[in-house]
């Protein structure tokens, strides 16, 4: 079983960028494909980005697609989305994710993922 604890969310202005962190704890990163989901206010949990094992392989969404990256560092035991070009669209609380299989096409379900953490808010105004 694994913990997972987000950070870095926080208000910044439209066109800019942050990084969110993942730590996890329990049992070391490397056991897991990792995620990255949003929801927004009113809205459903929408995915947007996954990662394997070793960060081999990465997936993303097509809305942020050019603009977020995904990495992991399994030493330090957390996972990253760097997140650059941020539109209002963009605002919403972001989750990470763990899971044990991986599934190209099937990573961007929920279902996928085991384990969630708390979320940390990310606030992108105009």
């Known amino acids: 079983q694994v913990q997972l604890v987000e950070s870095g969310g926080g208000l910044v202005q439209a066109g800019g960028s942050l990084r969110l962190s993942c730590a996890a704890s329990?049992?070391?990163?490397?056991?897991?494909?990792m995620g990255w989901f949003r929801q927004a206010p009113g809205k459903q949990r929408e995915f947007v980005a996954a990662?394997?094992?070793?960060?081999?392989?990465?997936y993303y969404a097509d809305s942020v697609k050019g603009r977020f990256t995904i990495s992991r560092d399994n030493a330090e035991n957390t996972v990253y989305l760097q997140m650059n070009s941020l539109k209002t669209e963009d605002t919403a609380d972001y989750y990470c994710?763990?899971?044990?299989?991986?599934?190209?096409?099937?990573?961007?379900?929920?279902?996928?993922?085991?384990?969630w953490g708390q979320g940390t808010q990310v606030t992108v105004s105009s």
């Open positions: 990662i394997t094992w070793s960060g081999g392989n990465t």
């Open positions: 329990g049992r070391t990163l490397s056991s897991y494909v």
């Open positions: 994710a763990a899971g044990n299989t991986w599934r190209t096409w099937g990573m961007a379900a929920a279902s996928t993922y085991d384990y």
